[in-house]
Structures are given as structure tokens and as C-alpha cells.
């Protein structure tokens, strides 16, 4: 089954910094493209964060490309979000999202995976 399990989030003030964990369950391969969306407070949509895609490049957003750094560990199949400086507009809910899923050929197939997020709260 597919899983994405997030943690990391907390309470922080502005300038401070947190990392975020992915963790992906073995039916998410871990060749997948796996990244982290921001859902602000009161739900208005999702907006990406940074991913990084099955051939290492990496799309993050404006506000992200200075402060976060987005990397993975294969060997534990999981993705990470270091973040740095943060100010009282990255406060959040952070999803980790996959874009595949392994088959039993040991191939991957398309198909979009979230987690259920970690609260980001920054504080002035």
C-alpha cells in the first residue's frame, strides 16, 4: 500500500530553521519523484514547495530556491526539507507528494501519492 509519512514539523520563530522528513513505504520505489507542497491556513489550495524529480533535477519555488534544500536517501527510501530562515509566510501544512508507485515487474507506474502533512508554524 502506498504510504508517505511526514515529520519534522513544529513551533519556530522567524530566521529559525527545521528539517522535514518523507518517509515512503516499499510500494512507493524509491526512484520516484517525491517532493513537498504548502497548504496555507484555511486550506486554499496547494502550492509547491520543491520536488525532485526521477532524474535528480529539481523545481522549487521563488521563495524556497534560497532557503530550502530538498534532498533524498535512497537507501531509506525517504526525502527530506531542510529549511532555513524561515519567516512567518512559510507557515503551514507540508505535504510530501510521489509521482509513482513500484510494479510487481519491479518497473514504476504513474500515479500521485500525498501524505498527510507536518504543521509548519513560524512565529514574528
Known amino acids: 500500500q502506498a504510504q508517505l509519512v511526514e515529520s519534522g514539523g513544529g513551533s519556530v520563530q522567524a530566521g529559525g530553521s527545521l528539517k522535514l522528513s518523507c518517509a515512503a513505504s516499499?510500494?512507493?520505489?524509491?526512484?520516484?519523484?517525491m517532493g513537498w507542497y504548502r497548504q496555507a491556513p484555511g486550506g486554499k489550495g496547494r502550492e509547491l514547495v520543491a520536488f525532485m524529480y526521477r532524474n535528480g533535477t529539481i523545481t522549487s519555488s521563488d521563495s524556497a530556491k534560497d532557503r530550502f534544500i530538498i534532498s533524498s536517501d535512497k537507501s531509506k527510501n525517504t526525502r527530506s526539507l531542510q529549511m532555513n530562515n524561515l519567516q512567518t509566510e512559510d507557515t503551514g501544512l507540508y505535504l510530501c507528494?510521489?509521482?509513482?508507485?513500484?510494479?510487481?515487474?519491479?518497473?514504476?507506474?504513474?500515479?500521485?501519492?500525498w501524505g498527510r502533512g507536518t504543521q509548519v508554524t513560524v512565529s514574528s
Open positions: 507528494a510521489s509521482d509513482c508507485y513500484l510494479t510487481p515487474m519491479g518497473g514504476v507506474a504513474d500515479a500521485y501519492y
Open positions: 516499499p510500494y512507493i520505489s524509491a526512484n520516484c519523484g
